[in-house]
């Protein structure tokens, strides 16, 4: 059977990373894409037999490619340090390689657990990212976040049947974070794009409507508007960080400031 690796990305994922690597432990190999943390993500992982290599975040879709090209399996599982895999997905890959897959790249839905319940609203299940199953050398990742892929043969794109479950936040700060986080990263790709405080609210209202209305976000109760509201979150401050961009502020200066009894010496 063709040889399989695991490919996570992780910074400051010390709280989460065992648990994701012991999910795929039944694979050939774990290779850790770690960005230099701060904390004990890369101890960890090299304690659990992973191969921890250092790459600095540039982009999302430049780091999963490098991380990709340190794998030396045929195919390829692209973990996130909050994913894990279950007995079920193990199952069905190992029997889709000794079968013969038919194409060279697979979605893998998940299911995401969130304030003490499964989300099935918010688009969130079935919730699919890029393709997380693929053979090594048929897709590169594009964008700066959210990324998309190419595929190098054209070939279309499958779908495996079980899911990994994903724990995305332990708590409101990691919500927060990402909020933050991901908008400095998305504030890169409106560089062809008016920006104004209109255009940033409307954005964010149409992200808040689409997740709590279309997307059914609603039916999750509490879980479900903190969803919509880090996504309005989110996109508000991407807008922002932006107009910051290119209005770039000067700091304020100020002249020192003295007793006006004590004369200043020459």
């Known amino acids: 059977m063709a040889k399989i690796s695991t490919s996570i990305i992780a910074f400051n994922q010390a709280d989460k990373i065992e648990d994701a690597i012991a999910s795929v432990l039944w694979t050939d190999e774990v290779v850790l894409a770690d960005s230099n943390s701060i ?3 890369a101890e960890i992982a090299e304690r659990m037999g992973a191969r921890v290599v250092q790459i600095p975040i540039t982009t999302f879709s430049e780091l999963r490619n490098r991380a ?18 279950t007995p079920e997905l193990r199952d069905e890959i190992l029997a889709l390689l000794a079968s013969g897959p038919k194409y060279d790249a697979y979605y893998i839905p998940r299911r995401n657990y969130f304030m003490g319940r499964w989300i099935k609203g918010s688009g969130w299940y079935p919730n699919y990212r890029q393709p997380q199953f693929y053979r090594k050398g048929t897709m590169r990742y594009t964008r700066i976040i959210h990324e998309a892929v190419e595929m190098q043969n054209g070939q279309p794109i499958g779908k495996l049947e079980n899911a990994f479950v994903q724990f995305p936040f332990r708590n409101f700060e990691e919500v927060l974070a990402k909020a933050n986080r991901y908008s400095t990263f998305g504030a890169r790709m409106l560089s062809h794009k008016r920006v104004s405080l209109w255009s940033a609210l409307g954005h964010a209202m149409w992200a808040f409507i689409k997740h709590y209305i279309f997307k059914l976000g609603f039916r999750d109760g509490w879980a479900g508007f903190v969803i919509a509201l880090g996504n309005f979150e989110g996109t508000f401050y991407r807008y922002a960080k932006r107009y910051e961009q290119i209005q770039a502020w000067p700091p304020l200066k100020t002249e020192p400031l003295r007793r006006p009894d004590r004369p200043t010496t020459e």
């Open 39 to 41: 904390d004990a993500t």
């Open 68 to 85: 990709a090209d340190a794998c030396s399996g045929e195919w390829i599982i692209s973990l996130d340090s909050d994913e894990r895999c």
